[in-house]
Nanobody, 124 residues
Framework: QVSLVESGGGLVQAGGSLRLSCAASGRPVSSYVMGWFRQAPGKEREFVVASSWRLGRTNYADFVKGRFTISSAITKNTVYLQMNMLRPEDTAVYYC?????????????????WGQGTQVTVSS
């Protein structure tokens, strides 16, 4: 089992950057597929990125390719989401998630553990 706590959200102007952190307690993040999702008001929770460090595979949503990067600090048991060139449409609550499956899938139903979310607001 793993507990996830996100941090690093905030208010930023369009074109700016933020780095979100997902601190895990319990099993190592390398034991899971780790993903980031987001949910804007009135919308479904949507996939952003997921990575399996065991398989060496990462899967990005098309709308973040070239702008967002997932990474991890194994010694800190933390996963990061570096977000660059932010746009107003990136405004959402961002959630970290862990899946016991092996494939970095975009389906939120594949994920077993979720953090509480961190708000990201991008002003135009």
């Amino acid at each position: 089992q793993v507990s996830l706590v996100e941090s690093g959200g905030g208010l930023v102007q369009a074109g700016g950057s933020l780095r979100l952190s997902c601190a895990a307690s319990g099993r190592p993040v390398s034991s899971y597929v780790m993903g980031w999702f987001r949910q804007a008001p009135g919308k479904e929770r949507e996939f952003v990125v997921a990575s399996s460090w065991r398989l060496g595979r990462t899967n990005y949503a098309d709308f973040v390719k070239g702008r967002f990067t997932i990474s991890s600090a194994i010694t800190k048991n933390t996963v990061y989401l570096q977000m660059n060139m932010l746009r107003p449409e990136d405004t959402a609550v961002y959630y970290c998630a862990a899946a016991q499956s092996r494939i970095p899938a975009p389906d939120k139903h594949e994920y077993d553990y979720w953090g509480q979310g961190t708000q990201v607001t991008v002003s135009s």
